[in-house]
């Protein structure tokens, strides 16, 4: 089962909510109508799709230079 709650609500029913979700519910949370984050139990994980966002994120950054200089470049030198 899946239940939408606004942030303010989620803020105030917190606790409700870990315990819901501990149970197997999945509860979206929204701001301003807008999905925001997802409470799922550790167990339905998609542990697929976690290594395809971090591919994704790798392959995004792949190449990307600024003013020149290459990201990899600028942390070599201690810089964030």
Known sequence: ????????????????????????????????GVPVVRLVPVDQVDHDEERRAVAKIRETRRGVRLDGLAIRSLMNEGRP
Do not use: W
């Open 1 to 32: 089962m899946s239940v939408t709650v606004g942030a303010h609500d989620a803020k105030t029913r917190f606790s409700e909510l870990l315990d819901r979700a501990a149970r197997g519910e999945v509860i979206t949370v929204s701001r301003h």
